[in-house]
């Protein structure tokens, strides 16, 4: 008996810029693509974002605040999902830039709401045509059938990784 993971088929072994799949992840070629794209994509953003003065992850703040109005930063902090002491960061952050206000629930004074700040609404015009030029760099080779085809193939993905409630509050609907 070996200790080495039987693989099914592998799907190829090239990269794109002719790199070859390291060794390690010849099981799981398209968990290593989907790794490297994520990487990508998030650098992209990134480099959009800093123009308008954010952090990657702070949009998704904005989101949630732009979406709903004011809220708990507990509700928040469910809302995306992360680590609390990340949101606090990230919260501190886009308050010193101006574009949220972070103040006592008049309702239980132990509890913080968050809400935008006029700054930051001006910002949401700003991400919204920075996520309109994120999604056009990162689908630029496909046309509109395959680009439908593309998100209806990764909501069946997450799907599939969606393992426990609080891992689904966000997937995507996948019609079959």
Not at 115 to 120: K, Q, S
Not at 150 to 171: G, H, M, Q
């Amino acid at each position: 008996m070996t200790d080495e993971p039987a693989c099914s088929e592998q799907l190829g072994s090239e990269q794109p810029c002719g790199e070859q799949l390291p060794e390690v992840a010849r099981c799981g070629p398209v968990s290593h693509a989907l790794s490297r794209v994520a990487r990508l994509h998030r650098i992209t953003a990134g480099k959009l974002l800093r123009g308008l003065g954010l952090y990657p992850g702070q949009e998704f703040l904005m989101m949630h605040l732009w979406d709903k109005g004011p809220v708990r930063q507990s509700e928040l902090i469910k809302a995306v999902d992360l680590d609390p002491s990340t949101v606090t960061k990230m919260l501190q952050r886009l308050e010193q830039a101006g574009h949220v206000r972070r103040s006592p629930d008049p309702g239980d004074r132990r509890a913080v709401l968050v809400e935008p700040t006029e700054a930051g609404c001006g910002l949401l015009g700003d991400v919204q045509h920075a996520w309109g030029d994120l999604e056009d760099h990162t689908l630029r080779g496909l046309d509109e059938q395959e680009r439908a085809e593309f998100l209806r193939l990764l909501a069946k993905v997450e799907a599939s990784l969606c393992t426990e409630a609080a891992d689904c509050r966000t997937a995507v609907r996948v019609e079959e």
